[in-house]
């Protein structure tokens, strides 16, 4: 008999300090921009010099069927400030994209991280739909890792 793996769909895992807390099925925002400063050279009429400057990178947002209190209490931590030292908890992130034989193809880590706006899909008792909640994070940088 085959089993029935309810995370079939989902072709990657987010970990949190190196600790997975369930699966999620959209992330968005994993973006990086590098800003560049035009410059021109006196007597040189047929380009201008472009200078990177400060590389950006875009908020996080995670989206996933309600699973457990995880990152509802780490984003009341932030609210509180109950951290160490009064201040707000950064942690660590790693997502992990998989293939179809759900071997890891790309691994990414986001340093630096806690979680700004939170949010839970509608109740609405007339739909059957999944409980959803979704966590915006802003972060320090984005390297990939393999």
Do not use: C
Request: proline share 2%; aromatic share 10%; hydrophobic share 35%.
């Amino acid at each position: 008999m085959a089993r029935s793996d309810p995370f079939r769909i989902f072709r990657f895992r987010v970990e949190f300090n190196q600790v997975a807390h369930g699966a999620f099925t959209r992330d968005k925002g994993m973006m990086r921009e590098t800003k560049v400063e035009s410059y021109r050279e006196g007597g040189v009429n047929d380009y201008e010099h472009k200078l990177a400057t400060l590389t950006s990178y875009g908020n996080i947002v995670l989206e996933r069927g309600m699973l457990d209190s995880y990152l509802w209490d780490w984003h009341q931590q932030v609210i509180d400030r109950t951290g160490p030292g009064g201040g707000i908890e950064r942690r660590s992130l790693t997502l992990v994209l998989n293939d179809e034989a759900d071997q890891e193809r790309w691994r990414w880590m986001v340093e630096g991280a806690y979680p700004i706006k939170s949010s839970v899909t509608d109740f609405d008792a007339a739909n059957s739909q999944v409980l959803f909640e979704s966590i915006e994070l802003v972060h320090h940088g984005l390297r990939r890792l393999r």
